[in-house]
């Protein structure tokens, strides 16, 4: 059964660096996510990604954030000088489109750590 | 604003023992309602998705239904492999364009043998 997939499962990063985090979606799928889930709080929507560009984002996904799909499979989140607060699990979603089956599939997330 | 209440926050049930989880939420207009799984340090996994008031769906021991200001998940004879945390989401019509999901904080359910 396909699934979307995440790496890496866990990144360690100093206050102020950049991090990278890579997902690859379900192949067949158009519309890309990225949530977050701080220890203990609910899942957050950050952004979504349709047609190589951004379609919506939250108040949290400020100039620090960005997204790309680089290749025909991968969807990355940049995040350029790590606050403490964005340690997080970042869960990246994939759905086939919205008119249709609007399910999201999760992948299995990235822990990111910031210190 | 859109808003996702899920009660209770956490939930006992003995193997057996049925129960059922609430979701209660305000949209502008429903686009869909979503239950997910989630095991602790993992993703978000697809359960149901509902339309519409009156749509019911089932998988195995767990039955979603939903009415035009909450849905329910109902568990019959839950397992202890049934012990997770049930998320409620929805999609509101008029908010996100494509689709983001606004999560609820989620039942923690436990059954014991």
């Known amino acids: 059964e396909p699934e979307v997939t995440q790496t890496p499962s866990h990144q360690v990063t100093q206050m102020g660096q950049e991090v990278i985090l890579r997902c690859v979606p379900i192949s067949n799928h158009l519309y890309f996510y990225w949530y977050r889930q701080i220890l203990g709080q609910k899942v957050e929507f950050l952004v979504s990604?349709?047609?190589?560009?951004?379609?919506?984002k939250s108040e949290i996904f400020d100039d620090q954030f960005s997204v790309e799909r680089p290749d025909g499979s991968n969807f990355t989140l940049k995040i350029r000088s790590t606050k403490l607060e964005d340690s997080a699990m970042y869960f990246c979603?994939?759905?086939?489109?919205?008119?249709?089956?609007?399910?999201?599939?999760f992948g299995p997330g990235t822990r990111l750590t910031v210190t | 604003e859109d808003q996702v209440t899920q009660s209770p926050e956490a939930l006992r049930l003995q193997e057996g023992e049925s129960s059922s989880l609430n979701c209660s939420y305000t949209v502008s207009g429903l686009r869909g309602l979503f239950w997910y799984r989630q095991d602790p340090g993992k993703g978000p996994e697809f359960l149901f998705t509902?339309?519409?008031a009156g749509e019911e769906k089932e998988k195995e021991r767990l039955k979603a239904t939903l009415t035009k200001k909450e849905s329910f998940l109902h568990i019959t004879a839950p397992k202890p492999e049934d012990s997770a945390t049930y998320l409620c989401?929805?999609?509101?019509?008029?908010?996100?364009?494509?689709?983001?999901?606004?999560f609820g904080k989620g039942t923690k359910l436990s059954v014991k043998p």
């Open positions: 979603a994939s759905s086939v489109g919205t008119s249709g089956s609007r399910e999201q599939y």
């Open positions: 509902l339309y519409s």
């Open positions: 989401a929805v999609q509101d019509r008029y908010g996100g364009s494509q689709g983001n999901l606004i």
């Open positions: 990604f349709y047609n190589n560009e951004i379609s919506e």
